[in-house]
């Protein structure tokens, strides 16, 4: 079965998470990705969890590998001339280059836009940025928590007053990978019609604007954001989340309430607040909310969480979920089943299961091609097999200290 982007080959030059998970997107849709890295030590991400005194053990170095996975790895020293040759002599030949340092680094260092567009007119350069490729704060530095501060998610998520919330897993850089990719594939689809290469890119706060559309929405066309979720005083309290007797929460999200109500206090035991006037109708139950909630908080307290999922699946076609963790997503069979998990065989770890990428495609579905590569471990065959160096050539360059 072909694969979407076989026979597209990509330069990464990218470091931590934001460049390297678009990367690996076009990785896992078939595009042979060439990961370039500096000679004194490569990505940051290869030493990141030991930096903060994690010890792995015989554990795969989970940051780096689901970062970089399906890649090759070369190590240059793009401080030298030869060093940089090597990467213009590869982008002649590539279809895409993704970076992901600071807007003006790569132009400065010889390997900007105008640079390779001069070797390859075709070529997609996809650059990764903070704060985007313009304004007074385009080459400030950023990593993913300035991503979440500055886009506004912070004051978005957790209740009203509480201080601003950090969000777990770098989920700014994940955002912003992901969008550069779909830029990537956009571009390359335009180049495809239309013959023409160009520039793309995205930003940590572009990426976390738009994760938040419907709420930028609201502060451009009413004024104001939409406002942080009170769980205790929600207006509708069949779109909320209610603690169960086992400590594990269960959350409905029944829009239209009034379809529901009836049934839904039938079978929590409660038919009494059916009739009750002042819940009544959704906006009688939005008006005496914190009262509904409060007594709603005392139902679900009575009973564990796999009971009440039984009477409610049991008692007709209510719209809820127990709530998870992210432990609980691995054992989760639609997880299993829709194939959000794929195993990968690890040549030092063995079995090794990594994210899948979150779409399907049934006619030209994507893969894992393989783990992360070792710290240069593919240079000797990229410059002999694709720019045709000699062995002499390569030792020479070894010796000098470009590779």
Known sequence: MPLPLEGIRVLDWTIWQQGPVCSLMLSDLGADVVKIESLDGGDPGRGVLRAQGLDLGDRPNFYFEANNRGKRSIALDLRTDEGREIVLRLAERADVFVQNF????????????????????????????GFGLQGPDAERPCMDYLGLARSGIMMA??????????????????????????????????????????????????????????????????????????????????WNHYRCADDRWIAFAMAQADRWWTDFVRVIGR????????????????????????????????????EWKRLLDEGGDFIFTLVGSVNDLPDDPQVRANGMVSSVEHPVHGATEMVSLPFGLSATPSRIAGTAPEHGQHTEQVLVDELGYDWDQVAAMRERGVI
């Open 157 to 238: 998520a957790g209740e009203p007053g509480s201080p601003p919330l950090a969000i777990q897993g770098a989920i700014a850089d994940q955002m912003g990978g992901t969008m550069l990719a779909f830029a990537v594939v956009t571009a390359i689809l335009a180049r495809e019609r239309h013959g023409v290469g160009q520039e793309v890119d995205a930003s940590l706060l572009g990426a976390m604007s738009w994760l938040q559309g419907l709420s930028l929405s609201s502060r451009l066309m009413l004024g104001g954001e939409m406002p942080r979720f009170s769980r205790s005083f929600a207006f509708n309290p069949l």
């Open 102 to 129: 600071r807007p003006g680094a790569a132009r400065r260092l010889g390997l900007g836009y105008d640079d390779l567009r001069a070797r390859n007119p075709r070529i997609v350069y996809a650059s990764g940025s």
């Open 271 to 306: 038919p009494e607040l059916g009739p009750d006037p002042r819940f009544a109708t959704m906006m009688d139950r939005g008006m005496n909310a914190s009262v509904l909630v409060g007594l709603l908080d005392e139902t679900f307290a009575a009973r564990p969480s796999a």
